[in-house]
């Protein structure tokens, strides 16, 4: 009897085992391709839904940026100072071009190329020359004056410089363009044929201005050239209006 016990327990143990496995339903191993979109993870399907298609990103704003980067800085030394004019040499530039020449510590002046003598470069400090010495460096920016032209300038105020100071922060996007650029030949530019409306009676009724014109208004002091020039800004027919103040 013994010897029928032991060999009925394991007839008995695998049975219930073959019992047990065949009570549990079969599960299968679930296909995913990998072009489908329950296999790729959520945040890429989220970029993919939400991201507008690389083509049709603006990136001339980072061309410029990236082009303005300095890939070989050239520097020279102060040598000379007279009045606004400085003298530097061991630096290679070309007139108009730009540079900047360490004032004090923290603190660039920019300066223009407006000459040369002999191997030296004749530069006309804008702004204040404070601290400008003998020995002080100077760099090249290898391009001349350029402003940022766009619409982030629309209701902007900036120095003679072009830089804000309004209290608005930088100019955020524009391209640069020079300062001094060709003008129009005299037979292409294109004819006055539309008036323009200042918003003064005066003006429109009896000395009518015309779309592209110049004008120039004289006269002397105190009598309102100033007041007639901001009731022709705020009033006249134009989509913007550039106001220089200068002098």
């Not at 296999?39 to 990103?57: D, K, Y």
Request: charge should be positive; charged fraction near 20%.
């Amino acid at each position: 009897m013994m010897g029928g016990a032991a060999s009925s327990s394991p007839t008995s143990r695998y049975s219930v085992g073959a019992a047990s496995s065949s009570a549990r339903p079969a599960r299968s191993t679930p296909r995913f391709r990998l072009s489908s979109p329950r296999w790729r993870p959520r945040s890429l399907a989220r970029i993919a839904a939400t991201e507008p298609p690389v083509g049709s990103i603006d990136l001339s704003s980072y061309v410029d940026t990236v082009r303005e980067l300095p890939t070989l800085r050239r520097v020279g030394t102060v040598v000379q100072i007279v009045g606004l004019t400085i003298e530097a040499e061991g630096i290679r530039c070309q007139l108009g071009e730009m540079c900047q020449i360490e004032a004090r510590p923290g603190h660039l002046l920019s300066a223009e190329v407006v000459g040369f003598r002999k191997d030296r470069a004749v530069l006309m400090a804008l702004g204040d020359a404070e601290g400008v010495k003998p020995g002080s460096e100077v760099a090249s920016s290898g391009r001349p004056f350029t402003v940022k032209v766009g619409s982030a300038l629309l209701g902007r105020v900036l120095d003679g410089m072009g830089r804000p100071i309004d209290g608005k922060g930088p100019i955020a996007t524009g391209r640069r363009h020079g300062i001094v650029r060709e003008p129009l030949a005299p037979l292409e530019r294109r004819r006055i044929s539309e008036p323009l409306e200042t918003g003064v009676r005066a003006i429109d009724g009896f000395m009518t201005c015309g779309k592209g014109q110049r004008i120039g208004i004289v006269s002397g002091s105190g009598v309102g050239k100033s007041t007639l020039l901001g009731m022709i800004a705020r009033n006249a027919s134009s989509d913007v209006a550039v106001i220089g103040l200068i002098g």
